[in-house]
Nanobody, 120 residues
Framework: QVQVVESGGGSVQAGGSLRLSCAAS????????MGWYRQAPGKQRELVATITRGGTTNYADSVKARFTISRDNAKNTVYLQMSDLKPEDTAVYYCCAYVARLARSDLEVWGQGTLVTVSS
């Protein structure tokens, strides 16, 4: 019913920048929160940043002041602008859309992930 697709990953040198995009598509849906998560090899998936439909943001301490999450509700798209990338940012980045449902909790819809590799 609803799908999300990430794009924009790639390989960069430390100190570089990347902009990730995540577009949601489907029929008759409303997204509440959207978030970016990442998973490095051998590690648990962790929260990177979230944004509510009203624009309230939250960031992991490790990315504060370097990453910026934003969204375009008209396009059902969330972005993650990453700057001053560090090798420890290397991970598969996943987008999650929290889709509103009638009389039920939000449905978590996850994308397939996009790989970000930061070399020193």
């Amino acid at each position: 019913q609803v799908q999300v697709v990430e794009s924009g990953g790639g390989s960069v040198q430390a100190g570089g920048s990347l902009r990730l995009s995540c577009a949601a598509s489907g029929r008759m849906f409303v997204i509440n929160d959207m978030g970016w998560y990442r998973q490095a090899p051998g590690k648990q998936r962790e929260l990177v940043a979230t944004i509510t439909r009203g624009g309230t943001t939250n960031y992991a301490d490790s990315v504060k002041a370097r990453f910026t999450i934003s969204r375009d509700n008209a396009k059902n798209t969330v972005y993650l602008q990453m700057s001053d990338l560090k090798p420890e940012d290397t991970a598969v980045y996943y987008c999650c859309a929290y889709v509103a449902r009638l009389a039920r909790s939000d449905l978590e819809v996850w994308g397939q992930g996009t790989l970000v590799t930061v070399s020193s």
